[in-house]
Nanobody
């Protein structure tokens, strides 16, 4: 079982930046594909970005390309989501998710989830 814990959320003005982190427990981090999803109030949880186990393949939601960057540090068991030029519509709870040896756009591919971190972007 992998435990995931997100951090780095908060309140930021439009145009600002935040870096989210997701740290995992266990010894299998190098085997994990990792994804970020978000859920705004009253909306479905949606895909944001994903990275494969080696960090050499990434996926992004089309609308977020160029503003968000995913990366990982296998030595620190941590995956990051750098979010720049934030907009009020980026306001959501951001979730980290893990799957074994996969990279995917789909929630159903991930079997471990963190509790989420709130990101609020004010206009």
């Amino acid at each position: 079982q992998v435990q995931l814990v997100e951090s780095g959320g908060g309140l930021v003005q439009a145009g600002g930046s935040l870096r989210l982190s997701c740290t995992t427990s266990g010894r299998t981090f190098n085997s994990l594909g990792l994804g970020w999803f978000r859920q705004a109030p009253g909306k479905e949880r949606e895909f944001v970005s994903a990275i494969n186990r080696n960090g050499d393949n990434t996926l992004y939601r089309d609308a977020l390309k160029g503003r968000f960057t995913i990366s990982r540090d296998n030595a620190k068991n941590t995956v990051y989501l750098q979010m720049n030029s934030l907009k009020p519509e980026d306001t959501a709870v951001y979730y980290c998710a893990a799957c074994y040896s996969c990279i995917s756009y789909y929630k159903s591919s991930y079997d471990q989830w963190g509790p989420g971190t709130q990101v609020t972007v004010s206009s």
